[in-house]
């Protein structure tokens, strides 16, 4: 199973940033693409953000596109979430997970992989 660990969440105004990460070491990540989800109570869980595992390829969700940039750093076994101009609505629960490459080149949609496992997540509060 291919788990990850986020990190980087807490309580941020509207209109601030946070930059979350996700990494493990248990294995290496150059290998996958990773992707960014996201729980807001009461709701579905969604893909917000996916990364190859060279970085040529990046999809975003509508909904934070211009806001949001996903990058990697597969030297440190790391991928990042910078998240600015917060809005309430991107209150959730982030978590990282290894993603399906097909489902992102073709359609441009972030998919867990089979293999993958949901971690405990990073909590994001945007609140004033």
């Known amino acids: 199973q291919l788990q990850l660990v986020e990190s980087g969440g807490g309580l941020v105004q509207p209109g601030g940033s946070l930059r979350l990460s996700c990494a493990t070491s248990r294995f290496t990540l150059d290998n996958y693409d990773i992707g960014w989800f996201r729980q807001a109570p009461g709701k579905e869980r969604e893909g917000v953000s996916c990364i190859s595992s060279s970085s040529r390829r990046t999809n975003y969700v509508d909904s934070v596109k211009g806001r949001f940039t996903i990058s990697r750093d597969n030297a440190k076994n790391t991928v990042y979430l910078q998240m600015n101009s917060l809005k309430p609505e991107d209150t959730a629960v982030y978590y990282c997970?290894?993603?399906?490459?097909?489902?992102?080149?073709?359609?441009?949609?972030?998919?867990?992989?089979?293999?993958?496992?949901w971690g405990k997540g990073t909590l994001v509060t945007v609140s004033s």
């Open positions: 997970v290894v993603v399906e490459v097909q489902q992102s080149l073709l359609f441009g949609r972030c998919v867990p992989a089979g293999r993958s496992s």
